[in-house]
């Protein structure tokens, strides 16, 4: 799970380490952010072998 927000890094630090809680692997990154951040975000997790939550489309 990839937390994204604006309001307070406070705020996307809390849900990660909720979704942690519930065994999900969460980063956090503060908006506004670059494509290319979030691209090397996704790349990492690939990296280390995340599999992808989201299926990709048929």
């Known amino acids: 799970m990839i937390v994204a927000s604006a309001v307070n890094r406070e705020y996307a630090e809390l849900a990660a380490k909720?979704?942690?809680?519930?065994?999900?692997?969460?980063?956090?990154i503060q908006k506004p952010f670059l494509v290319e951040e979030l691209s090397r975000v996704l790349a990492d997790r690939r990296e280390e072998?995340?599999?992808p939550s989201i299926?990709?489309?048929q």
């Open 49 to 51: 072998g995340v599999p």
């Open 18 to 28: 909720l979704a942690s809680a519930f065994g999900l692997d969460a980063v956090c």
């Open 55 to 57: 299926a990709s489309p």
